[in-house]
């Protein structure tokens, strides 16, 4: 199975890193997928997006990722988040209280995590 390096990674931590078949990302130009071989690319990512890593062993890790760039390379994929967070560390109750935020980009926040959780907005 042919596999492309990722890294997923936060101004404040690196979340994920390791190797994958498939990244799924929200970019402004619309949603890429991007398998081994794809072509070089930058691309800015959306407020409040989603971006979903198939791993080689069959996982799939999901986060909410708000802001930053992909960058893929000839070696590998990466992703670099203004902030992220991991579907399980999210806490469903506090994102689907942030849904009702008068600021509109809390509100998407708030619907690109309860999506990483797995959770109809």
Partial sequence: MAEIAVELV???RRLWSGTASFVVAQTTEGEIGILPGHEPVLGQLVEGGVVKVTTTDGETVCAAVHGGFLSVTATGVSILAESAELS?????????AALSAEDEAER???AARLRAAGQSV
Avoid: L
């Avoid at 999210?90 to 689907?96: P, S, T």
């Fill in 88 to 96: 399980d560390e999210i806490d469903v109750a506090e994102a689907k």
């Fill in 108 to 110: 998407a926040r708030a």
């Fill in 10 to 12: 936060a101004v404040e």
